[in-house]
């Protein structure tokens, strides 16, 4: 009798320690997935913020969109890119350094996307678009007198296109 109480008082103790065991893991487990997330975090905020303020090829592209003179430089550019996409007739085709322009602007509205990407619902990730002063940049690539530009963003960056389009439609909705 005394081994059978025994065997079942040890038998109810390593099944105890086995569940104590499980939660421990699994709250381990659990902290660990979340310092990697946060690392991942970390990282990604760090990568954009360093391409959007550092990179030189993203400081030309913003100089582009502040700076109405500078501006011009790429709006030729975007005009006979518009031109060779409609086919036209007259439409020549773009120079080395033309394209290179592009491949620029292109760059600068890749990373744009990227921040898209990013839920700005988030604290964490709210500081994110506004160190970069996202909504400024997204607003100078959508200026009105701009429309080649609205026009390139439309035709090959369409997450950027739509997520404006969205952002647009809110303000008006919030006017109401």
């Known amino acids: 009798m005394l081994n059978i109480i025994n065997f079942e008082t040890l038998s109810l103790l390593l099944q105890t320690f086995v569940g104590l065991a499980g939660v421990f893991v699994a709250l381990a487990v659990y902290q660990h997935s979340k310092r990697l997330q946060q690392d991942n975090w970390q990282r990604l905020f760090s990568d954009i913020h360093a391409s959007f303020w ?58 744009l996307t990227r921040i898209v990407g990013v839920n700005p619902d988030l ?35 369409e997450v950027l296109y739509d997520f404006q389009m969205r952002r647009e439609k809110s303000k008006l909705d919030r006017k109401r």
């Open 123 to 157: 604290p964490k990730q709210r500081e994110l678009w506004k160190s970069v002063f996202f909504k400024y940049w997204m607003d100078k690539c959508f200026e009105e007198d701009r429309p080649e530009l609205v026009w390139y963003i439309q035709n090959y960056f």
């Open 54 to 111: 550092n990179d030189k090829e993203i400081k030309q592209a913003r100089h582009w969109l502040a700076y109405p003179r500078a501006y011009r430089e790429i709006r030729k550019i975007l005009i006979q890119r518009q031109k060779i996409d409609v086919n036209l007739q007259e439409a020549k085709e773009l120079t080395e350094v033309e394209y290179t322009k592009l491949d620029i602007l292109d760059k600068y509205l890749s990373l």
